[in-house]
T-cell receptor
């Protein structure tokens, strides 16, 4: 168990809808990362937060947004969903965004857009 | 742009043999590298890391080698077991962490 909790585990919704994915980082970790993994693909970095502030942004669509709250949990909001948004969404956390701090991943939220 | 990639998408080995999974990176400024293992239905699991001031690091049954000259990283698994079957990702860490496409390791009994 990595200590990173993601909810829900599964989500099925229709095109055009909006969903929110939730992540609780490991105790003591201040940095949260979001990744998207499509079927049999690698992990695409979306966005990173550190102590409530956006730290780095990757290939995140404008329809997607995220935030990290004062209690350090994070939410990823996906709107105007398209079929191609179906994927596994992973959250990871680390102590700090420094170079020598490994990420610890949750077990993901599987999003299916129909 | 900068990228992290893997040489082989699949690797099949016999149980008990040693496995070697390779990774090429292109960002010469990267100074920290990590190997992850991802089993079906689970998130990536940290295996071992290495800093750029090291060439080799050993863990339990795993060894990571770093060749900065050719920007190459490898993961060696000794006495591969069926439980080692998974997808293995290398990643380089800077302000964020970038992953390669992964290598699927299959261990034959």
């Amino acid at each position: 168990d990595s200590g990173v909790t993601q909810t829900p585990k599964h989500l099925i919704t229709a095109t055009g809808q909006r969903v929110t994915l939730r992540c609780s980082p490991r105790s003591g970790d201040l940095s949260v990362y979001w990744y998207q993994q499509s079927l049999d693909q690698g992990l695409q970095f979306l966005i990173q937060y550190y102590n409530g502030e956006e730290r780095a942004k990757g290939n995140i669509l404008e329809r997607f947004s995220a935030q990290q709250f004062p209690d350090l949990h994070s939410e990823l909001n996906l709107s105007s969903l398209e079929l191609g948004d179906s994927a596994l969404y992973f959250c990871a956390s680390s102590v700090s965004p420094g170079n020598n701090s490994p990420l610890h991943f949750g077990n993901g939220t599987r999003l299916t857009v129909t | 742009g900068e990228s992290v990639g893997l040489h082989l998408p699949t690797l099949s080995v016999q149980e008990g043999d040693n496995s070697i999974i390779n990774c090429a990176y292109s960002n010469s400024a990267s100074d920290y590298f990590i190997w992850y293992k991802q089993e079906s239905g689970k998130g990536p699991q940290f295996i071992i890391d290495i800093r750029s001031n090291m060439d080799k690091r050993q863990g339990q049954r795993v060894t990571v080698l770093l060749n900065k000259t050719v920007k190459h990283l490898s993961l060696q698994i000794a006495a591969t077991q069926p439980g080692d079957s998974a997808v293995y990702f290398c990643a380089e860490k800077g302000n964020d962490m970038r992953f390669g496409a992964g290598t699927r390791l299959t261990v034959k009994p």
